[in-house]
Structures are given as structure tokens and as C-alpha cells.
């Protein structure tokens, strides 16, 4: 059932979702639903880089962190910015990708060539904060 004033935040200049995935796919499941309450929608290409990021960015924490934190997707006119709380203090590292595929190292790179923009911060409780911003 549809109800008329559940998506009105969408005609407002931001959006926002807070959610706490345990699984890359629960992320992205929460980024598609983000995007699909965004008025306007994304462009594909946009769509898919931000669900690209979601997921290496989850999949990143949950491997080297242990856990997700909190992960909040936002977005205004000109942006959608992802953030990423994990428990780890450590930062990510730039390694040399395996072409094997059994060790990754291409996440990180891959987020950083997708965002605008990529901060590392100290987070809540002594973890860390990641944030990536993309042109909307």
C-alpha cells in the first residue's frame, strides 16, 4: 500500500538512510532502496558507483574490521556521499591488487578512483570512519 506522505523527504534538498548491514548484499539491497527514493534518480552509471562503493566499503570492513558499525547514505543536489563506521582503528592500506583474485586489493583502489573525494577519520569508539563522495 502506498501511502502518499512516506516519501515526501524525497522533494527535500537531502535524503538520508542509516542502516547496519552484516552482509556486502544487505548494503547493497540498502543502496538500490536509497536510489530508488531519490527524486530525481540517478543516471545507471551513477547508480551503479555508488552501489560499487557500498559494497567494496562494507565488504572492506567486515573483512578487515570485523564489522559495519553503522553505514548512512545521504544525498543532496550536486552529491551522494556513503559513510562507513567499523570498529578497526587501522586504516586501509594500498596494496598491490591479487590478479588471482584470492586476496582482493582492488576495493580500495577502485573507491578511490570512483568518489570525488575519500576521508579516513577516527570514529566512534575507537574505530574509524570512511566516507566517499559522488558527483550526482
Do not use: C
Not at 501511502?3 to 548494503?27: Q, T
Not at 559494497?55 to 558499525?69: F, K, M, P, Y
Amino acid at each position: 500500500m502506498h501511502h502518499p506522505h512516506a516519501s515526501d523527504d524525497r522533494h527535500l534538498p537531502s535524503a538520508e538512510r542509516d542502516s547496519r548491514p552484516l552482509l556486502a548484499a544487505e548494503a547493497r539491497d540498502a543502496a538500490y532502496g536509497f536510489l530508488a527514493g531519490l527524486d530525481p534518480i540517478p543516471s545507471t552509471r551513477t547508480a551503479q558507483n555508488l552501489v560499487l562503493v557500498v559494497s567494496e566499503l562494507v565488504t572492506n570492513a567486515l573483512r578487515h574490521a570485523g564489522a559495519v558499525t553503522s553505514m548512512r547514505l545521504r544525498a543532496d543536489r550536486r552529491s551522494l556521499q556513503i559513510t562507513v563506521d567499523d570498529p578497526s582503528p587501522a586504516p586501509p592500506e594500498d596494496r598491490v591488487p591479487d590478479i588471482t583474485g584470492r586476496d582482493g586489493g582492488f576495493g580500495w583502489p577502485m573507491i578511490k578512483m570512483l568518489a570525488q573525494k575519500v576521508t579516513v577519520l577516527p570514529g566512534p569508539g575507537g574505530g574509524k570512519t570512511i566516507s566517499a563522495v559522488l558527483a550526482r
